[in-house]
């Protein structure tokens, strides 16, 4: 388990019988890592993808350049927008360096020139709700 607990602690020599409590935090690694990606084509090419396709592209990357062991690990697309072509994908943290070097060499999508943009990392989905340099603020004048 990941994070603080407070776990009860018996004090006998201080107090008889007195209940204390003692924060313990654990920072061992998560077991999955969230990767909010994007493909980009080459600028004149029209190519359309679903979420089915993205996916495989991801699967063929991290197959060509780590074989199949690696790309018979848990990769998930867990939304994707057909709009921008952006995805975010959870994988096992013990492979993220190796599918973030995968997506970042993949050049070629069916026949057409691609690249893949990394464009946030985090070990908590909910981290990638919001990008602060996406952020505007409106300023309200009483």
């Known amino acids: 388990m990941n994070g603080c607990t407070f776990m009860p602690v018996l004090h006998l020599f201080c107090r008889k019988n007195t209940v204390m409590y003692k924060k313990i ?17 080459e600028e004149g090419t029209r190519a ?19 074989g199949l062991a690696l790309s018979c690990s848990l990769i998930d697309v867990l939304k994707f927008d057909p ?7 959870r994988i096992e943290h013990r492979n993220l360096v190796k599918v973030w070097s995968s997506l970042t ?4 999508a069916g026949g057409a020139p691609c690249a893949f943009r990394v464009l946030q990392v985090s070990p908590h989905l909910l981290a990638l709700s919001a990008d602060s ?8 004048h009483s």
């Open 25 to 41: 935090v654990n920072k061992g690694s998560l077991d999955y890592c969230y990767l909010k990606t994007r493909l980009d084509f």
């Open 83 to 89: 709009a921008d072509n952006s995805a975010i994908l």
């Open 133 to 140: 340099r996406d952020m505007t603020l409106e300023v309200i």
């Open 105 to 108: 060499l993949c050049g070629n």
């Open 48 to 66: 359309t993808i679903d979420e089915v396709q993205f996916k495989q592209l991801v699967l063929e990357a991290v197959q060509s350049l780590f």
